[in-house]
């Protein structure tokens, strides 16, 4: 136990001054085309979902003739 308080001890800090580098340089282009191929992938999932949505509420609003022809 005092084995893994030690480790922790000696690990925590130095994650801790890992950390607060980053912050200082901002971001840089390949985080900026991360984010870019990331908002295409989710616009390219929400267009078909649209048109997927959009004819669900016009088959189910719209009335049907094969019900009225089946008399």
Do not use: N
């Not at 950390?19 to 971001?27: F, L, V, Y």
């Not at 282009?29 to 870019?36: C, D, E, P, T, Y």
């Not at 616009?43 to 609003?61: D, E, R, S």
């Amino acid at each position: 136990m005092k084995a893994l308080a030690t480790i922790m001890g000696i690990i925590a800090p130095a994650t801790a001054f890992a950390a607060s580098g980053a912050s200082e340089e901002g971001s840089g282009i390949f985080v900026w085309i991360f984010l870019g191929f990331f908002a295409v992938i989710v616009v390219g999932q929400l267009i078909p979902a649209v048109m997927l949505i959009t004819g669900l509420v016009k088959g189910i609003t719209s009335k049907s003739e094969s019900k009225t022809e089946a008399k």
